[in-house]
């Protein structure tokens, strides 16, 4: 596995090694003790979650306060624009993003750390997004950031698609300003 540091310190993009030939590829996906040693971390997942979204899908920004979560993410089917954005008070890069194209060809995943909103925007005609957590669910715990916060600036790839398909939800989130994060 190789490990691509990102603008933002603790953000990582991970490129497995892939073996391929004219009958298809298999790679591993993941091995809990090369993740840990690579990253220098040691992390315990709990949770794999699956969407499916289609084009236009912008999902995020999501976090949880109380119970913060770190994310392995991964498409196997499609293409996204994956974001992350540090939502710690404390930290020098507090309210800065990094996002980056996951696909099922490039098949790169990205980790994003506790303390990090997160949100994708879908680009092919559908996308399967995988992702693993370090700590459970917790509804009453999940925050979010308005995924357009003028503050923030994320460069949403729409591609003259208009405006994306948000939930009630986010399109109610309020902007970093006026959010709760970390301290």
């Given amino acids: ?59 995020g920004l999501h976090y949880q306060i109380g119970q913060p979560q770190g994310k392995l993410v991964r498409v196997v089917r499609g293409a996204v624009f994956d974001v992350a954005v540090d939502v710690r008070r404390s930290s020098p890069t507090f309210g800065r993003w990094v996002g980056f194209d996951l696909s099922e060809e490039n098949h790169r995943q990205l980790w994003i750390p506790p303390g ?12 399967d997004f995988l992702y693993k957590t370090t700590d459970y669910y917790a509804p009453a715990l999940e925050r979010g950031i308005a995924w357009n916060d003028p503050e923030i600036g994320i460069a949403w790839p729409t ?6 398909l948000v939930s009630v939800k986010d399109g109610k989130a309020p902007r970093l300003v006026d959010a709760q994060v970390f301290p």
């Fill in 1 to 59: 596995m190789n490990a691509i540091p990102t603008g933002i310190p603790g953000v990582v993009i991970l490129e497995p090694k892939v073996f391929g030939d004219d009958r298809g590829f298999f790679f591993e996906s993941f091995n809990l003790e090369v993740f840990n040693r690579t990253l220098g971390l040691d992390v315990a997942f709990v949770q794999d979650n699956h969407s499916r979204s289609a084009q236009g899908v912008l999902r």
């Fill in 116 to 127: 990090f909103a997160h949100g994708f925007y879908v680009l092919s005609s559908s996308a």
């Fill in 159 to 164: 591609r003259g698609q208009g405006r994306p």
